[in-house]
């Protein structure tokens, strides 16, 4: 069976579901969406994105620094520069495109070009499935709220990870215990080595 390509439909569906399922809001009736056909603006507390998905790499290629100077424009104009937001503007750049040969460096070239606003690059070697495109916009999404309280610190699960590479678990806790309470840690195995 034959995978389906996505096409920059899916594409802009996917991504535009992440967002907003990640607590972005989508700026809407945006004049991205009438000067880029396949663009998006989202917001939320900490930034602003630019969403832009091309059919072709060659479009992609060379209408990037547009979609840039729009996103640095709506900044400007709509954030004071005195805001913490006004510092985090992402540039997505997605197209179902599959490179090859030389131009494979070429979204890297994009990439690293960190003037003006952080940008994000992916390419249909890099989008294959709705998870892929989930993975391209990993860094913008929000970390999983974990309870800490709950959570079990690592010298705590020494002893059970390393009992089961054959080490004693009693002795392990006994080292574990003198470094947290910044005991000699030779001296107290062998006192417990010594009560064996």
């Known amino acids: 069976m034959v995978e389906k390509s996505l096409t920059s439909t899916d594409i802009?569906?996917?991504?535009?579901?992440?967002?907003?399922?990640?607590?972005?809001?989508?700026?809407?009736?945006?004049?991205?969406?009438?000067?880029?056909?396949?663009?998006r603006l989202f917001e939320d507390a900490y930034g602003i994105v630019a969403l832009v998905v091309y059919e072709t790499w060659d479009d992609l290629s060379s209408r990037w620094p547009d979609a840039q100077a729009f996103l640095v424009d709506v900044i400007s104009k709509n954030v004071s520069s005195s805001e913490p937001k006004a510092w985090e503007g992402y540039l997505v750049l997605l197209t179902p495109s599959v490179l090859s040969g030389p131009a494979q460096r070429e979204p890297d070239r994009i990439r690293y070009d960190t003037s003006r606003l952080r940008k994000f690059v992916a390419t249909g070697a890099e989008l294959k499935t709705v998870s892929d495109v989930h993975r391209t916009l990993l860094p913008l999404l929000p970390l999983d709220e974990v309870e800490l309280g709950r959570q079990e610190s690592t010298l705590e699960m020494l002893p059970d990870l390393l009992s089961k590479k054959a080490l004693p678990r009693r002795a392990v806790a006994v080292v574990v215990n003198a470094f947290r309470d910044q005991l000699p840690i030779l001296e107290k195995l062998h006192a417990y080595r010594s009560q064996e």
């Not at 967002?19 to 880029?36: G, K």
Request: glycine share 0%.
């Open 12 to 39: 802009l569906a996917a991504a535009t579901e992440i967002l907003t399922a990640s607590r972005y809001t989508r700026i809407s009736e945006s004049d991205a969406e009438v000067e880029f056909t396949s663009a």
